[in-house]
């Protein structure tokens, strides 16, 4: 399945770096999601992007920047990350918002390890 | 506060049938999924319920009472491959999706 692929996989970085998280989606879909999905924890929903239009911004702290090109292309820009915020980053899409029974797919996630 | 709840982890031996349940308390109700997440992958889509019933899939069905907030996933001929974490997730009155943490299946020979 690549329909939505992420890069890269696996990434360690120290709190004083900067780095950025890729997503594309190959299914023609309009929304765009960042999750955080941590050990024993629900998927936490960060950000959401309809139609390049940024909707939702769940209390995500500054130090995490996302970015929104185009339909197909979602970044999330990392700087001065904490070790709390190791975690896997999940990337989704569906065809929209709003219209109920919208079936996400996911990337296989990007693994943080911040030291 | 919005919620769901699944068992943290269940196990169940290859070749029988698992339930996993899920209760969810939402603001509103537009859909219930299921996902499959092998660990260290992508989780996947299994089904979705809008309508109280089983949808049946292959090895795999799902029920809705929405009466009741609950649903289970029930896995039938169960094969080691189904190792995995169960996802299940709630669309509320303002579609936003509402996840549970997870129920790892532990699948032994």
Known sequence: ETG??????HLVMGMTNKKSLKCEQHLGHNAMYWYKQSAKKPLELM?????KEQTENNSVPSRFSP????????FLHLHT?????????????????GQG????????????LVL | ???????????ATEGAIVQINCTYQ?????????????????????????????????RFSSF???????????????????????????????YQLIWGAGTKLIIKP
């Open chain 1, 81 to 97: 990350l904490q070790p709390e915020d190791s975690a896997l980053y999940l990337c989704a899409s569906s065809q929209a918002l």
């Open chain 2, 26 to 58: 939402t603001s509103g109700f537009n859909g219930l999924f299921w996902y499959q997440q092998h660990a260290g992958e992508a989780p996947t889509f299994l089904s979705y319920n809008v309508l109280d019933g089983l949808e049946e899939k292959g």
């Open chain 2, 64 to 94: 809705l009472s929405r009466s009741k907030g609950y649903s289970y996933l029930l896995l039938k001929e169960l094969q080691m491959k189904d190792s995995a974490s169960y996802l299940c997730a709630v669309y509320d009155s303002n």
């Open chain 1, 47 to 51: 950000f959401v992007y309809n139609f």
């Open chain 2, 1 to 11: 506060g919005q919620n769901i709840d699944q068992p943290t982890e269940m196990t």
């Open chain 1, 67 to 74: 970015e929104c090109p185009n339909s197909s292309h979602l």
């Open chain 1, 101 to 112: 029974g919208e079936t996400q797919y996911f990337g296989p996630g990007t693994r943080l």
């Open chain 1, 4 to 9: 939505v692929t992420q890069t890269p996989r």
